[in-house]
């Protein structure tokens, strides 16, 4: 299974109303110091496979820039409609909506 493979395997499995980062979805698919090839990875992701791609945030908590996933304002709108929290600077509270979910991390 390629790195891109196991990227979207994780992302499939972030529960509704949770985020992960992008540091944890690298280093759950065996480079922890590939954050920036998950955001590269979901920026490339095949339509056809529908991952909640919105529910990956920076270790921070804030929503990604620039065009990813449609933009900040569509990324907020789309975890709003989940339930979850977003700072008027599009930021989340991690601690509340951090997914380490014992079935992704195969504990």
């Keep these: 299974m390629t790195f891109y493979e ?4 994780i992302v499939a499995q972030i529960p509704k109303g949770n985020v992960m ?3 944890q979805i690298a280093a759950l698919a065996g480079k ?10 979901l ?3 095949p339509e056809k496979l529908e991952l909640p791609c919105h529910r990956v945030v920076n270790t921070r908590g804030y929503l ?3 065009k ?3 933009g900040m304002e569509i990324q907020k709108q789309l975890l709003v409609q ?3 929290k977003v700072s008027e600077d599009y930021c989340i509270d991690l601690e509340r909506y951090l997914s380490w979910n014992q079935q992704i991390c195969g504990k």
């Design 68 to 70: 990813a996933f449609g």
């Design 21 to 23: 980062t992008y540091g």
């Design 6 to 9: 196991k990227v979207y395997e």
């Design 32 to 41: 922890p110091n590939a954050s920036r090839a998950v955001g590269h990875a």
């Design 82 to 84: 989940e339930g979850i």
């Design 43 to 45: 920026r490339v992701c």
């Design 64 to 66: 990604s820039g620039g």
